[in-house]
């Protein structure tokens, strides 16, 4: 399953250059000319890793970096910038960016960038068995396939390991702390909003009635447990 990346940059001659390389890398890329569009498609829709420009018209990076980690959301982000502006860089490292690389760059370093902090959550151990069916979904973990009633169900690379650490520990009550640390990699209490976001989107692809949830069941006060 490709990982998704949303390119928020304005200048165009870079989208098509960098979109190009991307997607020849094998990501899906989706972009978005200026911080408000930006901040909108990140919130809505599920990536793996924004790559952020620092100056942006309607809406600077910084704000919209901002604006993401304030709401909850754990998405890595890459911050493109001018060189000189160190004072920005460190403003963005401490609000929530990942990581930085200054203009102009290599590009066989940005992909380098890319790939560590799409390493950064760990992946979780195939299910000792390689298919795993509750209700009409069936989970193919070597295919990376998730099939209801026999169609495709389109999960992004991070719900997919969302779903799979849910099926390899299904029975168990899982606190948002442990989902964060063991799904995405990060450490500690804070931005806990982003696995609420992604539980509710597997919610509305998998389960036949969101609001009568059948599979991944909220344990108030505690965290989720998945019942698959």
């Known amino acids: 399953m490709d990982e998704q990346i949303l390119l928020v940059e304005d200048e165009p001659g870079l989208v098509a250059t960098l979109g190009d390389r991307l997607r020849s890398e094998g990501y899906k890329v989706e972009t978005a000319p200026n911080g408000v569009e930006g901040l909108s498609r990140a919130v809505s829709d599920c990536f793996d890793l924004i790559i952020l420009d620092l100056m942006l018209p309607r809406k600077n990076g910084l704000d919209v970096?901002?604006?993401?980690r304030q709401q909850g959301f754990a998405t890595p982000i890459l911050m493109l910038t001018a060189r000189g502006q160190t004072v920005d860089k460190v403003i963005g490292l401490k609000i929530g960016a990942d990581d930085y690389l200054t203009k102009p760059f290599d590009m066989r370093e940005l992909l380098a960038r890319i790939e560590a902090l799409l390493r950064r959550a760990p992946r979780a151990a195939l299910s000792p068995s390689p298919v795993y069916q509750f209700g009409t979904i069936r989970v193919d973990f070597r295919r990376t396939e998730v099939l209801r009633d026999g169609t495709p169900v389109a999960l992004c690379a991070r719900e997919f390991q969302l779903l799979r650490y849910f099926i390899e520990h299904r029975g168990v009550t899982l606190s948002r702390r442990v989902l964060l640390r063991e799904v995405w990699g990060?450490?500690?209490?804070?931005?806990?909003?982003?696995v609420d976001v992604h539980v509710a989107s597997l919610r509305r692809k998998l389960e036949v009635d969101p609001g009568n949830r059948q599979f991944i069941l909220t344990v108030l006060g505690f965290g989720y447990k998945f019942a698959g």
């Open 65 to 68: 970096c901002r604006d993401l």
């Open 186 to 194: 990060y450490s500690g209490a804070q931005l806990t909003r982003t």
